[in-house]
């Protein structure tokens, strides 16, 4: 079997494989995706696919999904952490993302949303839960109080891959739940829980960051506005999500916050 070489960051607490090279291969995609998780079990939750070639920024995720914590990683790679910009073409969006790291060196990237109406993004489900859709992955959030006091990470698992079966979100290449806390004075924390059908994984991850826009697309929709919240993950650490609407039409969604790279560049024997 090819030798292959990864570097693993924690996009805000979120550790991440990026194996350097696309891989077009859906099957080998997983097998590597598999040995990676297997050798780091209970530590990596996602494993993505980078070009090589700096001047054609590219993400694939092994499970051909999007993923806002693997493209802010991607970002951090290309720009091998100095501050600047790039527009980075990543699976699961049909055209490249604006991104890059800041003065404060930070990691941001302008997410793959439906733009426009609230309606085009957004089915509301109840008073306190919504169904919201972005290209390459779609999450149900739920109001759930402090939900992830009452539940192991296990039965928190299985109770979100219920709701998922049950709103028929299985079929879609990554789907997730997110369960909302609402702390004080707008701080929000989450309990994200995401599926993604290709390689078969349901992982409570330690950090979000689809999910946390996600969120923020639904403050956004319940207060009519733009928001900028920082959104506090499982890991403990926040990722800020900022909102731009004009008329009820939401235009802009961008996630940012610290990546660290946690590794050198390793190779599988």
């Not at 997110?178 to 390689?199: Q, W």
Request: proline fraction near 3%; glycine fraction near 8%; include cysteine.
């Amino acid at each position: 079997m090819k030798n292959y070489s990864y570097k693993i960051y924690i996009p805000s607490g979120n550790p991440t494989a990026l194996v350097l090279g696309i891989e077009n291969d859906p099957k080998r995609r997983k097998e590597i995706n598999d040995e990676i998780m297997l050798k780091y079990e209970d530590f990596v939750e996602q494993v993505g696919f980078v070009n090589t070639d700096i001047n054609s920024p590219e993400l694939m995720m092994a499970g051909g999904e999007f993923c806002g914590n693997a493209t802010r990683s991607a970002v951090n790679y290309y720009l091998d952490g100095k501050q600047g910009n790039l527009d980075i073409k990543v699976s699961g969006v049909p055209k490249k993302l604006n991104a890059g790291i800041d003065e404060d060196g930070n990691a941001w990237v302008d997410m793959p949303i439906i733009k426009g109406a609230y309606t085009n993004s957004i089915v509301p489900l109840n008073s306190v839960s919504a169904i919201v859709k972005m290209y390459g992955i779609t999450h149900l959030i739920i109001e759930a109080g402090n939900i992830n006091k009452e539940y192991s990470k296990e039965a928190l698992k299985q109770y979100a891959f219920s709701i998922l079966k049950k709103e028929n979100l299985l079929s879609l290449d990554a789907a997730g739940v997110m369960f909302v806390n609402r702390l004080y004075d707008d701080n929000i924390e989450i309990s994200p829980i995401v599926f993604v059908k290709a390689i078969n994984t349901l992982f409570y991850e330690t950090a979000c960051g689809s999910g946390t826009t996600a969120v923020g697309i639904y403050e956004s929709y319940k207060r009519k506005k733009g928001i900028n919240v920082n959104i506090l993950q499982p890991s403990g650490n926040r990722i800020n999500v900022k909102t731009e609407v004009d008329d009820e039409n939401i235009y802009n969604a961008r996630i940012s916050g610290k990546v660290i790279e946690y590794s050198k560049t390793l190779i599988k024997k």
